[in-house]
């Protein structure tokens, strides 16, 4: 939710003309509710300049964002992985010159990797039977594909292990969003982190056929 009003540089905006409407608006109430939730003073007792309307703004952005991050569901959902929605374009649409690179990447940074936690998604199949193909056990998670999984070993030992001592980043679930991070110095962690992706996306699809 948005709140924005219209606003003259040279009369200092019309958001003191809030508090002489007398139109009681619904939104009122809920402006109110999400403010008192964030521990502020309710929308009538805010003195509104331009500058008071942006940080009202923000703070109901943060708290929209904070509610979704709650409701996000594990498959198809970057949130669950730590990396909240951009507001541009990513950088690395521009960086990544190879198109299935940036597919594979985009396809982890929306949690959408194929999976067996995604196919099984869609085929019903009970998620504690989504287990990988490597035949150790596990569930075919995400993390489990890029850190853990047997069948990528190789791959993982000539790009990803060196990415990790790059980065000073542990073999444990949390360093995924970092890896996926869009938001690197070195452009080159994102394109070795998304020819590590493109490549087992390639042998997936050769197994499939």
Same mark, same amino acid.
């Given at each position: 939710?948005t ?6 540089? @040279?009369?200092?905006?019309? $958001? ?10 619904? #939104? ?9 939730i ?16 942006? @940080?009202?703004?923000?703070?109901l ?41 940036r597919?594979?990447? *985009? ?12 196919s ?7 998620? $504690? ?12 998670? &995400? ?8 069948? #990528? $070993? ?13 980065? $000073? &980043?542990?073999?444990?679930? #949390?360093?995924i ?28 699809? *050769?197994?499939?056929?």
């Amino acid at each position: 939710m948005t709140l924005s009003l219209p606003h003259d540089p @040279a009369r200092g905006g019309f $958001s003191h003309l809030i508090l002489l409407d007398t139109y009681k608006s619904p #939104w009122v109430n809920i402006i109110n509710l999400k403010l008192e939730i964030l521990g502020q003073l309710s929308f009538q007792k805010l003195g509104c300049g331009p500058l008071d309307l942006k @940080a009202i703004c923000a703070k109901l952005r943060n708290l929209d964002f904070s509610s979704t991050l709650q409701r996000a569901r594990r498959t198809c959902s970057g949130l669950a992985l730590g990396l909240p929605p951009p507001e541009a374009l990513p950088s690395y649409c521009t960086t990544l010159a190879v198109p299935s690179h940036r597919r594979a990447f *985009t396809l982890a940074r929306l949690n959408s990797f194929p999976s067996r936690v995604l196919s099984g998604r869609f085929l019903n199949i009970p998620f $504690s039977d989504r287990v990988c193909e490597c035949g150790k056990g596990n569930i075919e998670t &995400l993390d489990h594909v890029i850190l853990f999984c047997p069948k #990528w $070993s190789h791959d993982r030992a000539i790009i990803l292990m060196p990415l990790l001592t790059k980065l $000073s &980043l542990p073999l444990q679930t #949390w360093a995924i969003s970092v890896l996926l991070a869009d938001n690197h110095a070195d452009s080159q962690i994102t394109a070795a982190m998304a020819c590590f992706l493109a490549r087992i996306l390639r042998q997936k699809k *050769t197994n499939v056929i």
